[in-house]
C-alpha cells in the first residue's frame, strides 16, 4: 500500500542551524501540507502546496520556513535559522484530491539545543 | 475561528466493551471531518473521511457520525481491543485542499 515517507526520523540541531526535512509523498498525489506537533500540544497546520506553490500558510510559517518540490517526488521543508521553539514533530501529508483524505507520515521529530 | 474540542482526554475501558469518543467544533461550515489514530512517538493513521453531506461513514468496527448543524461528531468503536489503545484525533476541513484543525485527542486505553 502507497504511503508517505519522512527522513529523517530525528533530527538534532543547534539553535541558529538551518534544517531541510524531507518528504516522499504518494507518487499520484497533487496537494502537500506540512504540519506540526509541539510536543503534548495539539497538531497545527504549517502549510499548504498545491500546482508548484503555496496556496494556503499559517502565521507560524514566517519567513523563516519555506517548502519546495525539487523533483517530481520530493517534498521539503526547511527552516533557515532554528530557534528552540521550533523544536516539534514535523508531519508531511498529501492528498489526491482538494476534499480527500490527507494522508500522514511518520513524521521528523526536531530538536533544537 | 474554528476550534475542535475532543471529549474526553483520557478513557479507559476494558477489552470488549464499546465506546464513543466525541468531537465538536464551533463553525459548522466544514466540508468534511477526519478522524485519525496516533500510536504514541508516531504519524497520524487516517481511519475514516465523512464528508458534510453524509451522517455516516463505516469501517470494519469504527462507526463515524456527523451532525454538522450541531457541530458535533462521534467515533463509534464496536467490541474494542488492546491493539486500539491509541490516541484518537479528529480534524475538520473549511475549504477545498485547505487545511485541518484538529483536536487535542482522546488517548484510549483498551484493558485486556
Known amino acids: 500500500e502507497p504511503e508517505v515517507t519522512q527522513t529523517p526520523s530525528h533530527q538534532v540541531t543547534q539553535m541558529g542551524q538551518e534544517v531541510i526535512l524531507r518528504c516522499v509523498p504518494i507518487?499520484?498525489?497533487?496537494?502537500f501540507y506540512w504540519y506540526r506537533q509541539i510536543l503534548g500540544q495539539k497538531v497545527e497546520f504549517l502549510v499548504s502546496?498545491?500546482?508548484?506553490?503555496?496556496?494556503?500558510k499559517s502565521e507560524i510559517f514566517d519567513d523563516q520556513f519555506s517548502v519546495e518540490r525539487p523533483d517530481g517526488s520530493n517534498f521539503t521543508l526547511k527552516i533557515r535559522s532554528t530557534k528552540l521553539e521550533d523544536s516539534a514533530m514535523y508531519f508531511c501529508a498529501s492528498g489526491s484530491t482538494s476534499l480527500g483524505e490527507q494522508f500522514f507520515g511518520p513524521g521528523t521529530r526536531l530538536t533544537v539545543l | 475561528k474554528q476550534e475542535v474540542t475532543q471529549i474526553p482526554a483520557a478513557l479507559s475501558v476494558p477489552e470488549g466493551e464499546n465506546l464513543v469518543l466525541n468531537c465538536s467544533f464551533t463553525d459548522s461550515a466544514i466540508y468534511n471531518l477526519q478522524w485519525f489514530r496516533q500510536d504514541p512517538g508516531k504519524g497520524l493513521t487516517s481511519l475514516l473521511l465523512i464528508q458534510s453531506s453524509q451522517r455516516e461513514q463505516t469501517s470494519g468496527r469504527l462507526n463515524a457520525s456527523l451532525d454538522k448543524s450541531s457541530g458535533r461528531s462521534t467515533l463509534y468503536i464496536a467490541a474494542s481491543q488492546p491493539g486500539d489503545s491509541a490516541t484518537y484525533l479528529c480534524a475538520v476541513r473549511h475549504n477545498q485542499g485547505g487545511k485541518l484543525i484538529f483536536g487535542q485527542g482522546t488517548e484510549l486505553s483498551v484493558k485486556p
Open positions: 507518487s499520484n498525489h497533487l496537494y
Open positions: 502546496f498545491y500546482n508548484n506553490e503555496i496556496s494556503e
